[in-house]
Structures are given as structure tokens and as C-alpha cells.
Nanobody
Framework: QVQLVESGGGLVQPVGSLRLSCAAS????????MGWYRQAPGKQRELVAT???????NYTDSVERRFAISRDNTQNTVYLQMNTLKPEDTAVYYC???????????????WGQGTQVTVSS
């Protein structure tokens, strides 16, 4: 009843750029925060960046100054602009939203299906 749909992944050469998008839809009362996580083969899922409803952001150290997260509250959409990509950025990227659905009390985490980002020459 709440869906997160990601787009924008793909294959890019090192130092190239990609922009990921994620739109949340469905029975949403209020979104507290949105963000991006990633999981590389054989590794645990890790936080990449988050953005709160007031626009405050948080980045993992390895992407600071290369990635930029932004949000369109009117469209319930979050973006991740990824610049100067490195092979170690290769992973499946997952969108996350912490939100209150209309049919539940409290805030819950919802996840997108994931989009593959491959950085390779």
C-alpha cells in the first residue's frame, strides 16, 4: 500500500556520473526522512546518504563531496546525484523512506526494489 520505485541505475565508467531517483506513492500520511543505502556483493547493506524533512543531510564518509542527496517534498521523491564514481561504488542501491502510512500509527521503514550501479571501464 506504500511503494517506492527507483530509477536511474546502470553502467558508467570511472569518474563518470549517474543520478538515481526514487518516488514514494500510496497511502502516505507523512514522510520523516528518505535516503539511499547500498549493498555490494559479499558485503552488508550500508548507508549512503539520508535527508530529513527539513532538508538536513547525512553522508557516509566515502561519498562525502562526491554525492549529493536532494528531495522534492511535493512529489515524495528523493534523488542521489553521484559524481566522480569509483569502481568501489559498484553495488545495488536501495531507496529508503521512513514514513507514517495512513493506515498505521507510528513511523515505519519502507524499501525500494533496488537498482544496480556498476562502475567499470
Amino acid at each position: 500500500q506504500v511503494q517506492l520505485v527507483e530509477s536511474g541505475g546502470g553502467l558508467v565508467q570511472p569518474v563518470g556520473s549517474l543520478r538515481l531517483s526514487c518516488a514514494a506513492s500510496g497511502r502516505i500520511c507523512r514522510i520523516t526522512s528518505m535516503g539511499w543505502y547500498r549493498q555490494a556483493p559479499g558485503k552488508q547493506r550500508e548507508l549512503v546518504a539520508t535527508i530529513a524533512s527539513d532538508g538536513s543531510t547525512n553522508y557516509t564518509d566515502s561519498v562525502e563531496r562526491r554525492f549529493a542527496i536532494s528531495r522534492d517534498n511535493t512529489q515524495n521523491t528523493v534523488y542521489l546525484q553521484m559524481n566522480t564514481l569509483k569502481p568501489e561504488d559498484t553495488a545495488v542501491y536501495y531507496c529508503n523512506a521512513r514514513l507514517r502510512p495512513t493506515y498505521l500509527l507510528g513511523n515505519y521503514n519502507y524499501w525500494g526494489q533496488g537498482t544496480q550501479v556498476t562502475v567499470s571501464s
